[in-house]
């Protein structure tokens, strides 16, 4: 800077140039936080009063994890195993009540099965049914429902590496055959051996992992339509015949609300309500009442198909005395159909081993986190009380098969000791740590059985 005569003036202590403040009101502060203080009050007490009113509705307290698993379980296809039977998925089978139909496009379905589809006899299986004996393979056949059918996806190659490790089996190679099938029961795995072999078919090992569908299916799916407890689950709905036009608009109306409720669990699931208190006791009521609504649809198809059932639907049925009866027969059957099983393999050189599958209802089980248990349990299952009524007959008569011979393992408490989640729904399904679990079971059984590996080539020739 310089004066009017042109010379250097220097400013000492210069200070930059700050122009003035706008000082904020306190009250203006004060009407800003106001309302949002307002605001966070309310949520707070939202979310407090939806807890409380989350306790009510479910009988529960509140858990993040328990509200989710639940969310969870309405929003995964029905049946989250993945094997479920579904309009089109299956066909009428002469002998076997029904299988999947091998040209089905289905994506859910196929979603599961993979690389190893649909064979050409209607089972989610890659390796022949109908296949001789071979030095160098040691051939598994799985018998039982989607338990088994999943297990023999899931937890076959983990079967197989154990069974392949024994130096019993020196250089031979394991095939596992998948005959399980969603929704089988006694007779119908001794009926699919019978089939198998009959065309053929020739196995080493036969592996069959049953139980919940005899005593928790027949009561529900059945039994009260007045269908006998020995034919195919839901028998007056697959049998031939055209039903009813009531009965057709019921089941429309009943998939309908399944994937209406199933669209709106998986919206919440996307959305950050999910993490809402409010929102979640919300959906929870609405879902029960959805619910409820598909139990008034359920029971008016069954009184529908009452009323439309002929012999070839009702088959030689007559009703029970009472549930103790009823429970009786059903265990029966199984062992009967076991220990018909087992003679059939003795007589084709065959090694049957015969399992006891677990379930979440199964009291004390299984350790369960909060999460788990609302993924998996439902204190209002129809299944449930077949579970309560049948599993200790069931264990009762294993006992019985095995002082006959009949290679049989309890697996009802093969979860005992492991805290993590293995169920995958309300049913019975595990997802793949259980399979792994079940695989190593299996394993064990048979690794420990003195005569399992070369059983086949032993008997095998003197059998035909």
């Given at each position: 800077m310089r004066n009017?005569?042109?010379?250097?003036?220097?400013?000492?202590?210069?200070?930059?140039?700050?122009?003035?403040?706008?000082?904020?009101?306190?009250?203006?502060?004060?009407?800003?936080?106001?309302?949002?203080?307002?605001?966070?009050?309310?949520?707070a007490a939202s979310e407090l009063m939806s807890a409380l009113a989350y306790r009510t509705i479910t009988a529960q307290t509140f858990s993040y994890e328990g509200a989710h698993g639940t969310l969870a379980s309405a929003a995964a296809p029905a049946q989250t195993g993945g094997i479920a039977r579904t309009e089109g998925q299956i066909v009428l089978h002469p002998y076997l009540g029904y299988v999947f139909n091998p040209t089905i496009t289905d994506p859910q379905l196929l979603s599961v099965v993979g690389e190893r589809g649909i064979s050409r006899f209607g089972f989610a299986n890659r390796a022949p049914m109908v296949a001789?004996?071979?030095?160098?393979?040691?051939?598994?056949?799985?018998?039982?429902?989607?338990?088994?059918?999943?297990?023999?996806?899931?937890?076959?190659e983990q079967l197989a590496a154990r069974l392949e490790s024994s130096p019993r089996l020196g250089s031979r190679r394991v095939e596992i055959v998948n005959l399980g099938m969603a929704g089988y029961k006694q007779p119908q795995m001794l009926m699919t051996l019978a089939y198998a072999l009959s065309l053929g078919a020739e196995f080493d090992v036969a592996i069959n992992i049953d139980g919940y569908n005899e005593v928790a299916l027949p009561p529900v799916d059945n039994v009260?339509?007045?269908?006998?407890?020995?034919?195919?689950?839901?028998?007056?709905?697959?049998?031939?015949?055209?039903?009813?036009?009531?009965?057709?608009?019921?089941?429309?109306?009943?998939?309908?609300?399944?994937?209406?409720?199933?669209?709106?669990?998986?919206?919440?699931?996307?959305?950050?309500?999910?993490?809402?208190?409010?929102?979640?006791?919300?959906?929870?009521?609405?879902d029960l009442r959805r619910q409820a609504q598909l139990g008034a649809l359920q029971s008016a198809l069954s009184e529908a198909a009452r009323e439309d059932r002929a012999y070839q639907t009702r088959g030689a049925f007559e009703p029970f005395e009472d549930d103790e009866a009823m429970y009786d027969e059903l265990t029966e059957i199984w062992q009967r159909s076991s220990a018909a099983m087992d003679a059939l393999c003795r007589r084709h050189g065959i090694a049957y081993f015969h399992f006891l599958q677990p379930n979440q209802y199964v009291e004390g089980s299984?350790?369960?986190?909060?999460?788990?248990?609302?993924?998996?349990?439902?204190?209002?299952?129809?299944?449930?009380?077949?579970?309560?009524?049948?599993?200790?007959r069931l264990a009762r008569a294993g006992e019985g098969l095995r002082r006959?011979?009949?290679?049989?393992?309890?697996?009802?408490?093969?979860?005992a000791d492991e805290p993590r989640a293995v169920y995958e729904d309300d049913c019975c399904h595990v997802g793949e740590l259980g399979n792994q679990i079940l695989a190593d079971a299996v394993a064990d059984a048979i690794l420990a059985s003195p005569d399992w590996a070369g059983i086949g080539e032993a008997n095998g020739r003197a059998g035909r």
């Open positions: 009017a005569r042109g010379a250097r003036l220097t400013v000492r202590n210069a200070r930059p140039y700050d122009p003035p403040r706008a000082i904020v009101p306190a009250a203006m502060i004060r009407r800003t936080l106001f309302p949002l203080i307002v605001i966070f009050v309310l949520i001789p004996r071979s030095p160098d393979t040691l051939r598994v056949a799985i018998f039982g429902g989607s338990v088994a059918a999943l297990f023999g996806l899931r937890g076959a009260r339509l007045g269908v006998m407890a020995a034919y195919p689950r839901e028998w007056a709905n697959l049998a031939p015949g055209a039903p009813s036009l009531q009965r057709q608009v019921l089941v429309g109306r009943i998939a309908a609300l399944r994937e209406d409720r199933r669209a709106r669990a998986q919206w919440l699931q996307a959305s950050p309500l999910h993490y809402s208190v409010t929102a979640l006791t919300v959906w929870t009521a609405l299984k350790p369960m986190s909060p999460e788990e248990r609302a993924l998996s349990r439902r204190a209002d299952h129809p299944y449930a009380a077949g579970v309560r009524e049948g599993y200790p006959e011979g009949v290679r049989f393992v309890d697996l009802r408490f093969v979860f």
